[in-house]
């Protein structure tokens, strides 16, 4: 009887992943708890397009302008992350990857995150506030008055607010600044705020 309840929880969960996952039906087995941890996955995905803001237009966007746009989901920094990271910036300070010496040595008591790596999140986590339809380019055209607060240690949670600052039409290019704060959960000061320059071409 729990083998048949098994099989038919996989079947459901995997027809869930597909709708949220890929653009056509996929055909594959996962283990049982392999499709629990997507269900999770799924339902998580599910609930942050609801509160997703979807722009179509440049009047749309507009209509943001000097107010919040939304949050983002808040995303855990391991010590995975954190040493991946490390490997592909060529910077292994032992303040992030040798965590017996940070505990011992260093004044956090704990790896910490690069600054760089937080600041690296800002595509993968704006992509959960908002979902900028119709264009047929975006460019990432800069950061302006960056400062880092705080240090993000390993295993803190982190979530991005965005504010529209301003929005200007340039002959048929979209220059849009986006107020960027990174908050770090169960902390007030945030780890870094600063403003983020997107091009769009509606």
């Known amino acids: ?65 000097g107010k919040e746009i939304g949050v983002s989901q808040w995303h855990k920094i391991d010590q995975e992350q954190i040493n991946k990271f490390a490997d592909a910036t060529l910077d292994h300070q032992w303040i992030h990857c040798d965590t017996e010496r940070a505990k011992n040595e260093g004044p956090f008591k704990s790896t910490i995150a690069h600054g760089y790596l937080t600041l690296s999140l800002i595509p993968y986590l704006w992509k959960q506030i908002a979902d900028i339809r119709n264009v047929k ?17 390993v295993d803190d949670e982190v979530q991005l607010k965005a504010k529209l600052n301003s929005i200007i039409d340039l002959r048929g290019t979209t220059k849009v600044i986006i107020g960027a704060t990174l908050n770090i959960k169960g902390k007030a000061k945030p780890a870094y705020t600063g403003d983020v320059v997107f091009l769009y071409h509606f």
């Open 137 to 153: 380019m975006e460019i990432n055209y800069g950061i302006e008055q960056f400062k880092f607060g705080q240090a993000v240690m």
């Open 1 to 65: 009887m729990r083998r048949t309840w098994q099989r038919r929880l996989q079947t459901l969960v995997c027809y869930k992943i597909n709708i949220f996952d890929a653009p056509r039906p996929v055909k594959f087995k996962l283990s049982f708890e392999e499709c629990i941890l997507q269900a999770d996955r799924a339902k998580k995905l599910k609930n942050n397009l609801k509160n997703m803001v979807i722009v179509n237009s440049f009047a749309e966007y507009q209509a943001f302008e």
